[in-house]
């Protein structure tokens, strides 16, 4: 059955501080991604490197993702508002967020807390490639809950009709009223493709569990990293063919986006690491010192 959006994408009020879905989908992922990575690191998975020095990591990869994530979608799909205005980086409560731009932020954290640590870049990044997309999951169902990034018009019955997504004369109307209009089947033409959703399935839990499963033992050098980044940009190229292109806008053919033209380098990085991965050593486990074991909570 069609379903009509009425979610409020505020969790929490107290008085003048209102804490939304969203921001706890960001809250979420960071604690997935710490558990995992804290059961990894007793593992041995990261020679060297203790529970402190995970946290560390985790730490260097957040500032990643939100200031990459930010100066990303202001670079990437803002870009004259921001030349315009270039406050607009601090006004985050308005929303706007790229996944390249965080990824190249965790990219470069991990490279400077490689380096710090003298680890070879991709040791570190075949660790972390397998606690990113839980958190990846959660944030597309902030983007779900927060009636954001929608897709296009569908005639399937999973459709999903958005009331932000809507034309005039409906997109005027209060909430009482659509939803009146919603019972008598006026809105059925407008469901959407619930694209958050396709993508929290692909993007976090599909990702997740094979990057999780083939990690569960030792590999070469760079093939997790490589099926991370390979996967990712065929899932999200895919999803938008039925996703809504940024700002409304096709780059070519009334179809190709730019979220698609940002994959394509993932998909081409990710088959260079794979076939890196074939000539490529296997680091192997080595317990952390029993100090570090027992600094656990």
Known sequence: MIYFHDIDPIAISLGPVQVHWYGIMYLLGFIAAWWLGRKRIAAGRLPGVDANGFSDLL????LGVVLGGRIGYMLFYA?????????????????????HGGLLGVLFACWYWSRKHRLHL???????????????GFGRLGNFI?????????????????????PAPFNQMDLATLKAEYATGALNQ?????????????????????LWAVSAKPRQRYL????????????RFAVEFVRMPDNGV?????????GQLLSLPLVAFGLVLLVLSRRAPVLQPVAPPASAEGSKA
């Open 122 to 136: 991709f040791d570190t990044l075949d660790f972390m490639s397998p606690l990113v997309p839980l958190g990846l």
């Open 146 to 166: 927060g009636a954001e990034l929608w897709g296009k018009y569908t005639d399937g019955t999973w459709g999903v009709i958005f009331p932000s997504g809507l």
């Open 250 to 258: 096709y780059l070519a053919f009334d179809w190709f986006t730019r």
């Open 59 to 62: 730490f260097y990869a957040m």
């Open 224 to 235: 997790v990293s490589g099926l991370f980044a390979l996967l990712y940009g065929v899932f």
């Open 79 to 99: 870009l004259g508002d921001f030349l315009h205005n270039p406050l607009l980086l601090f006004k985050v409560w308005d929303g706007g967020m790229s996944f």
């Open 190 to 210: 407008y469901a959407r493709h619930p694209s958050q959703l396709y993508e929290a399935l692909l993007e976090g839990l599909v990702m997740f569990a094979v």
